[in-house]
């Protein structure tokens, strides 16, 4: 049975930092390309950050590039999204996913095989 199970989610102050994982059980991780996904409430769920199997590439929404940074550890089957410099409007329940790439796209949450249940992000002005 595959599990995706994030942490790390919370309540903080706009400026500061969280750091989110994603821990995947009973799939071959290495085979799979992970993203992250968030869900505003009264809004459609978006891509934020996908990342090969290998780290050998990534890519990040425009609205959080240069504030949050996706990275995986094959050895611990986890996948992180490290989130810096947050605002108000980062509020959001956010998801990790797994995608066998090929012929795959990223950026469409239909593609992605596994969803974790999701994870509670709080920012306070």
């Known amino acids: 049975q595959v599990q995706l199970v994030e942490s790390g989610g919370g309540l903080v102050q706009a400026g500061g930092s969280l750091r989110l994982s994603c821990a995947a059980s009973g799939l071959p991780f290495n085979s799979y390309d992970m993203g992250w996904f968030r869900q505003a409430p009264g809004k459609e769920r978006a891509f934020l950050a996908a990342?090969?199997?290998?780290?050998?590439?990534?890519n990040l929404a425009d609205s959080v590039k240069g504030r949050f940074t996706i990275s995986r550890d094959n050895a611990k089957n986890t996948v992180y999204l490290q989130m810096n410099s947050l605002k108000p409007e980062d509020t959001a329940v956010y998801s990790c996913?797994?995608?066998?790439?090929?012929?795959?796209?990223?950026?469409?949450?239909?593609?992605?095989?596994?969803w974790g249940q999701g994870t509670q992000v709080t920012v306070s002005s």
């Open positions: 990342i090969s199997w290998n780290s050998g590439s990534t």
């Open positions: 996913a797994a995608i066998r790439r090929y012929g795959r796209s990223w950026y469409n949450q239909r593609d992605y095989d596994y």
